[in-house]
């Protein structure tokens, strides 16, 4: 079992930046591709980002590319969400996610194998 625990949501004003963190339990993070979602209110949880094993890919979704860098550091089992140039429409609550298979840039939800509890980001115009 992987438990995942997010942290760094807060509430920024629009063209502001947060870091989102991602604290990760086990010995075999490395091994996973981490990635993170969102799900604001009424809307289905959607995918943000993510990062294979070793870091050498990347995938954004659309909506967010250029603005968000996902990162990690496997020495701390962490994965890192630094998010720019906020928007209003990124308001959101943020989970953090693991997979043992990488889906790349088209990840759904229901391959995720395990979540972290969220994190609220909440963006002001």
């Known amino acids: 079992q992987v438990q995942l625990v997010e942290s760094g949501g807060g509430l920024v004003q629009a063209g502001g930046s947060l870091r989102l963190s991602c604290a990760a339990s086990?010995?075999?993070?490395?091994?996973?591709?981490m990635g993170w979602f969102r799900q604001a209110p009424g809307k289905e949880r959607e995918f943000v980002a993510a990062i294979s094993g070793n870091g050498g890919r990347l995938y954004y979704a659309s909506s967010v590319k250029g603005r968000f860098t996902i990162s990690r550091d496997n020495a701390k089992n962490t994965v890192y969400l630094q998010m720019n140039n906020l928007k209003a429409e990124d308001t959101a609550v943020y989970y953090c996610?693991?997979?043992?298979?990488?889906?790349?840039?088209?990840?759904?939800?229901?391959?995720?194998?395990?979540w972290g509890q969220g994190t609220q980001v909440t963006v002001s115009s």
């Open positions: 086990g010995r075999t993070f490395s091994s996973y591709v």
């Open positions: 996610a693991a997979s043992r298979i990488d889906h790349g840039g088209s990840w759904p939800s229901v391959r995720v194998d395990y």
